[in-house]
C-alpha cells in the first residue's frame, strides 16, 4: 500500500509534495498578508478533498468565465477562464482539478496559459500546468512561496510581460509582490 499523499493546506489550498505525513507549516499562511487559523495548521488529504467537492462555474462576459469548488474551500477559492483569440488563459488556480473540468476546458480549446497573480491562487498550479501541458507564468517577486515546481513554471520580471497577443500580464504589487 503506498502511504505517500498529497496534501492541500486547508487555509489557501496549496499543495504539498506527496509525504507520508502533511507538512509541518505552510510558508504561505504563514507570510503576514495571509494567517494561520486559531486552530492552527491543518491540511486535506487531496483525494478525500477531492470525493468532497466539485467545481462550479460562472459567465461573467463572453468570454470570461470563472469557476471555484463547492462547498467553498480555503480562501473560497475562485478562477478565470478567459478566452482569446489566441489561446485560452487560466487566470490563477483553484485546488480542485477534476475530469469534467479538465474536459470543459479542453471542450473550449484548452489552455495556452497559465498566470497566477498572487501565492494564494498557487494551490495545485503545477498539476493544472502538467494536465494541459499549459506554461505557468508566475512572476519572480513571489518564487519563496512555491513549495511544488513544475517544469513548466515561467518566472518573468519587471512591471509587464506579453503573455499572448493583445494580453499582457502587468505587475501590481501591493497584496504581494
Known sequence: EDIMASYLCTACGT???PAEAPP????????ERQYVPAAGQSWVKLEAFAA??????????PDVLA?????AFAI??????LRTPHGNVLWDCVSL?????????????????????HPHYYSRMAAWADAFGAPLWLHEADRGHIVLPTPRLRLWSGERHALLPGLSLVNVPGHFD
Do not use: M
Request: glycine share 8%; net charge negative; charged share 20%.
Open 15 to 17: 499543495e504539498f509534495p
Open 24 to 31: 509541518e507549516r505552510c510558508p504561505i499562511c504563514q507570510d
Open 52 to 61: 468532497a467537492h466539485s467545481n462550479a462555474w460562472r459567465q461573467y462576459e
Open 67 to 71: 469557476f471555484g469548488p463547492v462547498p
Open 76 to 81: 473560497n477559492q475562485r478562477a478565470f477562464l
Open 97 to 117: 482539478l477534476d475530469d469534467a473540468t479538465i474536459a470543459l476546458i479542453r471542450g473550449l480549446g484548452g489552455l495556452a496559459a497559465i498566470a497566477i497573480s
